[in-house]
Structure formats: C-alpha cells, structure tokens
C-alpha cells in the first residue's frame, strides 16, 4: 500500500468537510492541499462544489475543481452483475 499520508479538517460547528491535505512522505512538506467550498446537495448527501489545490511546500494554487451538476446513480447506469466468482470470455 502507498505510505501517504492525510489530513481532515472539519468544520467545527457543522462537522462538514472544509479541507484536506496529503503528503507522500518522500521529501518534506511534498504533497497538496485542497480547500472545498460551496456544496450541492444530492439525495441528502453534500457534496463540495468547488476544490481549490494548493503545493504544500509553498502555498502555490494548481487548478480549481468545479462539480457543475450532479444527479443519482441509478440501476441503468450500472452493469448487470454476473453471479460471483463468475469472470467474462
């Protein structure tokens, strides 16, 4: 498994996710930041809107994620299982 290490920060208040970060653990402070903000709530659940990324060594801005529309994952979407332990030709 990956020696990675991570980070989450909580909203004190709300318990919602505001940020996270991650280090690989191969040199100091290598790794991301990233900050949520905005939520789109889908079927109850809250998902961020917006992730920010940032390097950890210097605080420098990579590229913004934006969730634009989100919908629930409904049985037409997925595969038809097979039985277990059953593999495809």
Known sequence: MGQDTWSFYLDPRTSALRAYRFSHNKEPNDGEY?????????KGVKLPKTRKWYLNKDDSFLATDLLLKAEPLTSRRLPTPGPVGATKN
């Open 34 to 42: 990233v900050l949520l903000d905005q939520e789109l709530t889908v």
